[in-house]
């Protein structure tokens, strides 16, 4: 008589719950990798938004440095600014849709307009005197009165907003 050796290995049973158990396993992994992929692309948008603004203020900060004088700011409004720099270059700044736009012209050549920042959702310039007093916007009977110019800067991306504010005092412009 031929003896059987007992074969060793796992029951269909076994198998099913083991596929089971893995399948739960990776529900709750997919979970917390969704989680990690949502919180990079988070950050990577807050950081994009940070870059930009800070580089945007940045710019316009140096620019208004530069207004040669209180004669020279041709246009100050809630969403424009325009002068002449000590270069004798006009400088716009202008807000319009989702787009801060930065246009620099000269005497003998017209000027192009270069997009500095998207996805803005508000800029507006605040205009102050010597005393810190703010002037209604826009200003033009007190344009003279202009020694401080406030910057709000607001960029929005994936449904987060960013917003950074900015003073700048027009230093080659005396009380």
Known sequence: MQKYQRQFGFTLIELIIVIVLLGILAAGS?????????????????????????STLERMTRDLRAVRSKGDILSATATNFKFINLDGETIEYNFSSTEIKRTRSTATAAGTARTLANNVTNLEFEYYNKD????????????????????????????????????????????
């Open 132 to 175: 810190g007093e703010k002037l209604p916007s826009p200003v033009t009977a007190d344009i003279e009165k202009i020694c401080y110019i406030g910057i709000t800067l607001s960029l929005t991306y994936n449904n987060i907003t960013f917003t950074t504010t900015t003073a700048s005092y027009l230093w080659t412009i005396t009380a």
């Open 30 to 54: 997919s979970n917390m990798l969704y989680a990690g992929f949502n919180s990079f692309i988070t950050e990577k948008s807050i950081l994009n938004a940070n870059w930009q603004a800070s």
